[in-house]
């Protein structure tokens, strides 16, 4: 079974500053997906961002950016110039590629991100 | 506007009721799935449904049923055997399998208290 593991329970950051939160996933298949979701005190789930394992390339959306060693089994998200509306607590997810099993996505039990003004 | 709707956001029940949260999306997406969230648990999958009527346990599925009558709708109950319902639950769908970019779409939650 795929394990997704966030060590860091709570992470706090100077607003503007950077930080990294970090994800690391057990898994013996090699076409997955994984992902960073938000959810910020209204609980509403929100995608972050998504990398395919066949791509070397890291993903990057505007200020979110990720760092995928996918021989480490490590996938850390990497939020520049933060700012208020980012506290939220942050979810690292794997889904492993279509094609039968289980299905869904398996969460870490998620980082804390606290941003002081 | 295209989404996922759960009802009711709170719910309170006594002690060994049954009660039944919905589910409905109107993204035209295949799969559907239930998740619990506890705090310090991250989400765990309760119950997906890949097409209209079937569906498959997911990793807590004890206490829990589920049906799929209808694309749309794939609503949860949780019977009077779940030992600890008070949690918030999330519904989720996505594409079928065949156009599926593995993303979730998650609705607002419903969030469960048992008194």
């Known amino acids: 079974a795929q394990t997704v593991t966030q060590s860091q329970p709570e992470m706090s950051v100077q607003e503007a500053e950077t930080v990294t939160l970090s994800c690391t996933y057990d898994t013996s298949e090699s076409d997955y997906y994984l992902f960073w979701y938000k959810q910020p005190p209204s609980r509403q789930m929100i995608l972050v961002i998504r990398q395919e394992a066949y791509k070397q390339q890291n993903a990057t959306e505007n200020r979110f950016s990720v760092n995928f060693q996918k021989a480490a089994k490590s996938f850390s998200l990497k939020i520049s110039d933060s700012q208020l509306g980012d506290a939220a607590m942050y979810f690292c997810?794997?889904?492993?590629?279509?094609?039968?099993?289980?299905?869904?996505?398996?969460f870490g039990k998620g980082t804390h991100l606290i941003i002081q003004p | 506007d295209g989404g996922i709707t759960q009802s009711p956001k709170y719910l309170f029940r006594k002690e060994g009721q049954n009660v039944t949260l919905s589910c409905e999306q109107n993204?035209?997406?295949?799969?559907m799935y239930w998740y619990r969230q506890d705090p310090g648990q991250g989400l765990r999958l309760i119950y997906y449904s890949q097409i209209v009527n079937d569906f498959q346990k997911g990793d807590i599925a004890e206490g829990y049923s589920v049906s799929r009558e209808k694309k749309e709708s794939f609503p949860l109950t949780v019977t009077s055997a779940q030992k600890n319902p008070t949690a918030f639950y999330l519904c989720a769908s996505s594409i079928g399998l065949a156009a599926n970019t593995g993303e979730l779409f998650f609705g607002e939650g419903s969030r469960l208290t048992v008194l």
């Open positions: 993204l035209n997406h295949d799969a």
């Open positions: 997810a794997y889904r492993r590629r279509p094609g039968g099993g289980a299905d869904g996505l398996t």
